[in-house]
C-alpha cells in the first residue's frame, strides 16, 4: 500500500523533479508535487511524496527528516488527511438567545 509523505521546508526553486529525485533512493516514487500558490504559480515551500509501500516511506523519512537541501532542514513525516475546510465558516444573524446571552452578533443587537 502507497504512503504519502509531507515534505516542509523547501527551497522555492524546487521542482517535482527535484523532489523525486531526492527520494527515489529510498524506494519507488509513486507521485512527487510541490504545493504552488493559485493565484501567483509560486512554490508555497511544500510538497508530497507518494512512496511505494511503508517501509519506503518509513526508511526516506528516516533519512531525510532533518536533512539539509540548499541550506534548508526538511521536515518529512506522514501526511495527514486533509481537514475539511468547508464553505460555512460560521454564520452571521439569527441564533438569538433567550435567555438573557449575549446578543453582540450581527443582526440580534439593539437599534437606536
Known sequence: MAKKLYVGNLSYGTTDADLQNLFAPHGAVESAQV???????????????????????????????GHEVEGRALTVNEARPREDRGGNRGSFGGGRSTSGGSRASFGGGRRY
Open 35 to 65: 504545493i504552488k500558490d493559485r493565484d501567483t504559480g509560486r512554490s508555497k515551500g511544500f510538497g508530497f511524496v507518494e512512496m511505494g509501500d511503508g517501509n519506503q516511506a518509513q526508511a526516506a523519512i528516516a533519512a531525510l527528516n
